[in-house]
Each structure stands twice: as C-alpha cells, then as structure tokens.
C-alpha cells in the first residue's frame, strides 16, 4: 500500500466530526483514491483513529464491527438504527473536502 495515501486516508477520516460518519466513497474521492481502497486502509490501519465514523454508503458497517460502533454512536450522539447509521448524520463530499482543505496536512507535503 501507499504509505502517503494510508496517511492521507487516516487524517481525513480524523477531520470525521464527532456524532457524524461519512462514507468509504466520500473519504476516497478526498484521498483520491478508491472506496475499496479506504476500506483496506480502515482494516489494516484503522483501529487507531476513528474508525466508527466511516461507513459503507447504506450507513453500515461490517456486523462483527457494530455492537462497539453503536456503543460510540451513541457515546456522540451520531443518529442510527440497531443495524445503521442514519442519512442525516452524513457528512456530504463538500463539507469534507472543506474540511480537508481547511484543517488537513497532507503527508505528500509534510
């Protein structure tokens, strides 16, 4: 893997505010890489950040992954079923990007 885009992948999905989620896709078109991609970032190297706060584009995570998932949503307020998280705690590619933007470092620069 790419070290500057698994770095780059881990700092977007940190700008992730809490008691909201954005979805693999999102994260990749601001990585620019693929939603597959940050999905093996987020397996392999995820479990440091917040990791709870990306889901797949339903608003799901993997089962195995949930119960520890619900017990952060609801610890932050993200809004969600027992199975997902609801549409309206998605942060849409815009407001990610200006995130990015914003707040990030991109490690290709640093």
């Given at each position: 893997?790419?070290?500057?885009?698994?770095?780059?992948?881990?700092?977007?999905?940190?700008?992730?505010?809490?008691?909201?989620?954005?979805?693999?896709?999102?994260?990749?078109?601001?990585?620019?890489?693929?939603?597959?991609?940050?999905?093996?970032?987020?397996?392999?190297?995820?479990?440091?950040?917040?990791?709870?706060?990306?889901?797949?584009?339903?608003?799901?995570?993997?089962?195995?992954?949930?119960?520890?998932?619900?017990?952060?949503?609801?610890?932050?307020?993200?809004?969600?079923?027992?199975?997902?998280?609801?549409?309206?705690?998605?942060?849409?590619?815009?407001?990610?990007a200006?995130?990015?933007?914003?707040?990030g470092?991109?490690?290709?620069?640093?």
């Amino acid at each position: 893997m790419d070290e500057v885009v698994v770095e780059r992948v881990l700092r977007i999905v940190a700008l992730v505010p809490e008691g909201r989620v954005v979805a693999y896709g999102t994260v990749g078109l601001v990585a620019s890489c693929s939603a597959r991609y940050v999905g093996r970032v987020m397996k392999e190297f995820g479990s440091n950040v917040t990791w709870w706060r990306v889901v797949n584009a339903a608003g799901v995570l993997p089962e195995a992954l949930l119960p520890t998932a619900r017990e952060h949503w609801e610890d932050e307020g993200t809004t969600h079923t027992h199975e997902k998280v609801s549409k309206s705690a998605f942060v849409d590619i815009d407001d990610l990007a200006q995130l990015w933007r914003t707040h990030g470092i991109d490690p290709a620069c640093s």
